[in-house]
């Protein structure tokens, strides 16, 4: 929600009343950032519906999950894929796949 407001000046959701954003946040879908920042990169703007995700298994499953994809986004730290290549590019009897999220 920081990060939104950060992107935004405003938040998510906004009501009048506690129940009523209780019944927003569970219910609409998290607004889209891009009327307010149409020129924001994609993958800013996945970083942050990744973030705000209804469905708990789409978000980073701890601060140290978010912080990593919030550095991957903004070119910190690259992924584990391109890392691993990296690492292993001249060690020709490396090899390995991809498993759903393994």
């Known amino acids: 929600v920081c990060y939104f407001f950060l992107l935004t000046g405003r938040l998510p959701f906004n009501a009048a009343t506690v129940p ?52 991957a986004v903004l070119g910190e730290v690259e992924d584990i894929e391109t890392l691993l290549q990296q690492a292993f590019a001249h060690h020709s009897g490396i090899h390995w796949r991809r498993e759903g999220e393994r």
């Open 20 to 71: 009523e954003l209780i019944k927003q946040v569970m219910q609409e879908p998290v607004p889209s950032v891009k009327p307010d920042c149409p020129a924001l990169p994609l993958e800013m703007a996945e970083c942050l519906s990744q973030l705000l995700s209804k469905v708990p298994e789409n978000r980073p499953r701890s601060g140290i999950e978010a912080v990593q994809l919030l550095q």
